[in-house]
């Protein structure tokens, strides 16, 4: 889960070292809600020889604060619990790593890589979570690639590493953040404990096996392992397409169905995740540029199966935009509509769409801002308006604003991955479903600057205002839930 902080432009800033500040792009960190654990390249190596190595760092350190957490729902249905609605800490990491290249002749290369993530929570996190930290393994993984994408290239590897398929709809982030490992929000992790990945890479086309393990939590581990593959074509450098497909081997994740006709406490089937399938697409296109060369438009859809528990669902977004990148403040206005399919309770089939490890920020798959730490992306509607700026070519400023709508009334919503909000049973209103469609209307404001080229200053403000949904179930007038952050992040 992913929300509330926009730090695409921290992203971004690796495609800028070979010329000045210009083309900071939009992406966010896993379970992001303040500027994320990024990547960013690292200068050309001076000549080694054969052999290459090159250390990394980054780290990082967030402020945050938050008022009314989740609409203080706590506090209606759950008043003896002590959970504080109002909150702040203090969470940081740091993840220094290596990564190793050895050219064994023109054409054979072999490589590995090793990070680790020291990451800690100081005070209670919007998780009621207090003092919380680990240290833990990111990367560690090993491969051999062989010929050139100009005339075709074979790359093996396996361990510990990133992947990421298509847009991040469903494949993406591997790792879990938060609860006993602290820092929910900075999401340093990302790398799946285990993979096996094997790509051919001719030219455009770029087709991938894989078989992953995520690095679950060990106070929610589900023990899920999957397999599947990946052809994706690149057109240019701003078009492509592609079609995934995946399939959950074993997984201990229970599936909430709901009850009959909506009326009483969901269901919960054991290990419901096993045995899934999941058929997707995506594309990002510029139809026209000749006359609109900002002009873009985004696809994509997902189709789920699994006749073991008589699951059928869907999912899927339409994204539309323009970028002015000749225009002073070089503005980039887009709008998304993003539908996932809930369970029907007046049908004793199962139609809950299973998010699987999205990419849950903003700047990519989040539904909301804030409501997005309630709702995981399932039974749930939203249309996004976001507007991008860079009114100086060191500075960032992104505007995001989210209509929430629920697909099925009396349908589970919350529920899935680690996304959980451990209050009290009490709180199973919220987990059932609501009784009206309108969830919730968020609307966050972000701004980077770019202190040097290694470090990056976020700051964001964001509001989540409760729709009749929400109210429905509150009882009332629910207060509108807010909450700032302000974080420093290095990269080297």
């Known amino acids: 889960m992913q929300a509330e902080g926009d730090s695409s432009t921290v992203r971004g800033f690796r495609a800028m070292r070979v010329r000045p500040l210009v083309l ?19 200068e050309p190596a001076a000549d ?37 609605s109002d909150t702040q800490w203090l969470e940081f990491y740091v993840k220094p790593g290596v990564e190793i290249t050895h050219d064994a002749s023109s054409d054979i290369q072999f490589y590995g890589g090793f990070s680790m993530v020291a990451s800690a929570t100081l005070g209670t996190d919007a998780f009621d979570q207090q003092n919380t930290s680990r240290v833990t393994i990111e990367e560690a993984y090993v491969g051999f690639r062989t010929g050139s994408v100009e005339t075709g290239q074979f790359d093996l590897s396996a361990g510990a590493q990133e992947l990421k398929l298509g847009t991040g709809m469903l494949i993406s982030n591997g790792a879990s953040n938060g609860f006993e490992r602290g820092a929910v929000k900075l999401g340093p992790r990302k790398a799946w404990e285990r993979t096996i990945i094997g790509r051919f890479r001719y030219q455009g086309l770029t087709a991938t096996g894989f078989f992953i393990d995520p690095n679950e939590l060990a106070s929610n581990n589900t023990k899920t392992h999957s397999v599947g593959g990946d052809i994706r074509y690149d057109f240019d450098k701003t078009d492509f397409a592609g079609v995934s497909y995946v399939n959950v081997l074993q997984s201990g994740a229970p ?177 059932a479903g609501v009784t009206a469609n309108h969830l919730a209307d968020d609307f966050f404001i972000e701004y980077t600057r770019v202190l040097t080229p290694n470090a990056f200053l976020t700051g964001g403000f964001s509001i989540s205002i409760p729709g009749k949904g929400i109210e429905n179930a509150f009882g009332g007038d629910a207060p509108a839930w807010t909450g700032g952050f302000v974080n420093l992040v290095v990269n080297m």
């Open 255 to 431: 599936y909430p169905q709901a009850a009959p006709g909506g009326n009483g406490p969901p269901a919960f089937l054991d290990g419901g995740r096993e045995g899934l399938n999941a058929l997707s697409f995506y594309g990002m296109f510029h139809p026209a540029k000749g006359a609109l060369p900002g002009f873009y438009v985004g696809l994509d859809g997902a189709y789920e199966w699994n006749d073991r528990v008589s699951l059928d669902a869907w999912g899927g977004r339409i994204k539309i935009g323009h970028a002015w990148n000749d225009k002073p403040w070089r503005p980039d206005l887009f709008y998304s509509y993003q539908t996932f399919s809930g369970d029907d309770p007046d049908t004793p089939e199962l139609e809950r769409f299973d998010p699987l490890n999205y990419e849950g920020s903003p700047a990519s798959w989040a539904t909301g801002s804030k409501a997005a730490l309630v709702f995981i992306n399932s039974n749930v509607q939203s249309h996004q308006l976001t507007l991008k700026t860079m009114p100086s070519p060191r500075d960032f400023l992104t505007l995001r604003a989210a209509h929430i709508r629920v697909n099925e009334q009396r349908s589970p919503i919350q529920f899935g991955q680690a996304t959980r909000l451990e209050i009290t049973d009490d709180l199973g209103a919220v987990i």
């Open 24 to 42: 900071l792009a939009a992406a966010v960190s896993p379970l992001a809600f303040g500027s994320p654990a990024f990547a960013q390249d690292a």
């Open 48 to 84: 080694q020889g054969p052999t290459q190595i090159k250390y990394t760092f980054e780290g990082g350190v967030n402020a945050v604060a938050e008022e009314n957490l989740y609409w203080n729902l706590a506090d209606k249905f759950a008043p003896s619990a002590g959970f504080d």
